[in-house]
């Protein structure tokens, strides 16, 4: 009886067409007898999510609960479009092509990607003073090599509600008092699908007066590249004031990322750019205060 299961399911569908058409009356149309193109898009995504959660609570002062979930989401995005050039006449706009005697390549593309997570949380409350909380995540992603799709990101979190202690009791003034610890580590994609793989790109040359096509390497592969992984430890502190009239939080945070991932420059002699790698680290560390009422 204290076992629920909850299961939830989206989708997102975008269709999106441009024409675009430039007549000979105006200057980037003049020269070239007037120029048309039509462009398609079509965004999708699905994602499913389940939740299994069970509370328990055991005499006044032990409250457990323990959630565990598997999610999964897809993503796709077509592209398509073509144009045109020096047509007879201003009069068609983009709803002829075929009417220009100058046609320019056609372009096409489909992306996939995939993203999937198991997740579990554990929350304990001792007697609405002493709160516990441990989570954890493994995420894969289809957008790195098949070495690193999968990583675990770990956190937890313990906080004291003082307020609720016996030597406060007399403290009418103050309606809230609770002091946080957290620690925890987070993972991010930060790359577009395929980047870990060796791509390749079309070209096209004239051989004995006959147009050819061929393709040429434009991406080396990189097997180990793997998630962006940020660190980040809290301590914090928040305060209510007059039945909560006033409040007021405070917090010194350090976040660490490491492993990130950058376009890193190449030698010209190699025949590449840039190679994506997990390169450098990068801190930030502050204060924050906040106040409302």
């Not at 002091?179 to 791509?199: C, E, F, H, V």
């Not at 190679?275 to 409302?292: C, D, M, R, S, W």
């Amino acid at each position: 009886k204290d076992l629920k299961f909850k299961t939830t399911f989206g989708g997102f569908n975008n269709n999106g067409r441009s024409g675009t058409f430039l007549p000979t009356t105006l200057v980037g149309g003049r020269n070239v007898g007037g120029a048309a193109s039509v462009n398609g898009s079509k965004i999708r995504s699905f994602i499913n999510e389940n939740f299994l959660t069970y509370t328990k609570q055991i005499n006044a002062n032990h409250n457990i609960s323990v959630l565990g979930g598997f999610s999964y989401q897809k993503f796709l995005n077509e592209n398509w479009g073509g144009s045109s050039q020096s047509f007879l006449t201003n009069s068609v706009s983009f709803w002829n092509l075929a009417g220009g005697s100058v046609s320019q390549p056609a372009n096409s593309s489909l992306t996939e990607s995939q993203l999937a997570s198991f997740y579990a949380r554990v929350n304990y409350n001792f007697g609405d003073r002493f709160l516990l909380t441990f989570n954890g995540r493994y995420d894969g992603s289809s957008n790195f090599s098949k070495n690193n799709k999968w990583a675990f990101f770990p956190s937890g979190a313990v906080a004291w509600n003082m307020h609720n202690e016996k030597f406060m009791s007399g403290v009418d003034f103050i309606s809230n008092f609770k002091w946080r610890l957290s620690y925890g580590l987070t993972g991010n994609q930060a790359i577009n699908p395929y980047q870990t793989l060796a791509r390749f790109s079309p070209v096209f040359t004239i051989i004995n007066g006959v147009a050819v096509n061929a393709v040429r390497p434009t991406t080396i592969a990189n097997e180990n590249l793997k998630w962006e992984t940020t660190a980040q430890q809290n301590i914090g502190v928040d305060i209510g004031f007059l039945q909560s009239r006033i409040n007021v939080t405070a917090d010194y945070y350090i976040s660490e990322t490491s492993d990130l991932l950058f376009n890193v420059q190449l030698p010209q002699y190699s025949g590449y750019t840039t190679q994506l790698k997990n390169i450098g680290k990068i801190q930030n560390k502050g204060f924050e205060f906040a106040v409302n009422t």
